[in-house]
């Protein structure tokens, strides 16, 4: 019974976020604390392709072919468990917006049962546009900073759409580490991370097609 409840509310709440534009769990327990959030949530064509191209290279560079759960970078990282080696993250986008929308820093077997399976829904329910619109509003990227807009104008002083391919780089790279890591003011290697994330990216237009379509 409690399972199906647990199981049944994420669901309608997808459902819900096909027309309804979330918040997360992370923005939500800061407003609470008393903290001052910055956050507004834009569509996808408001945000500039290289933008979009950089997070693809950065985070998940298979997101348009797996369905929510990348497979073999999971039992890869199942096989160094058992191999007794630190697991290096396999983590999806969708993944990655399930957590942030349903659970946010709980690390509980609950969430970790539920993730995958809730990510396949969530690939199914939403469709890839629209996961890749959410976890770009939602993702973190620094202290009290959520969303693509306010990054953009936190660290860049423009809009989303306005942001270069070299703003797109470094705040992609922030991305894992946001607390840590400044897009307007880098560290040497963050700089340098950057650097890879700018090289790969434009690349990336040719295979996310699932987000950009084909113009």
Partial sequence: MVLGILVAAPLFALILFRYVDPTSVPMLSDRLAGMTVAHRFVP??????????????????????????????????????RAGE?????????????KNLFFGTDRSYVRKVLEVPLALAADIILGKERVFEIYVNIAEWGEG???????????????????????????????????????????????????????????????????????
Avoid: K
Avoid at 45 to 59: F, G, K, N, Q, T
Avoid at 86 to 98: I, K, N, Y
Avoid at 162 to 189: E, Y
């Fill in 44 to 81: 996808l064509e408001d945000v500039a392709p290289p933008l979009v191209w950089s997070v693809i290279a950065a985070e998940d560079q298979r997101f348009c072919s797996h369905g929510g759960v990348d497979w073999d970078a999971l039992f890869t990282q199942v096989d160094r468990l």
């Fill in 86 to 98: 630190d697991p290096r993250g396999a983590s999806t986008l969708t993944m990655q917006v399930v």
């Fill in 145 to 215: 900073i959520y969303g693509v807009e306010a990054a953009a104008q936190a660290y860049f002083r423009r809009p989303a759409r306005d942001l270069t391919l070299r703003d797109a780089a470094r705040l992609a790279s922030a991305l894992p580490n946001p607390q840590a890591r400044n897009p307007a003011n880098p560290t040497g290697a963050h700089r340098r991370l950057a650097g890879i994330v700018e090289g790969r990216a434009p690349q990336m237009g040719a295979y996310i097609t699932c987000i950009l379509g084909e113009g």
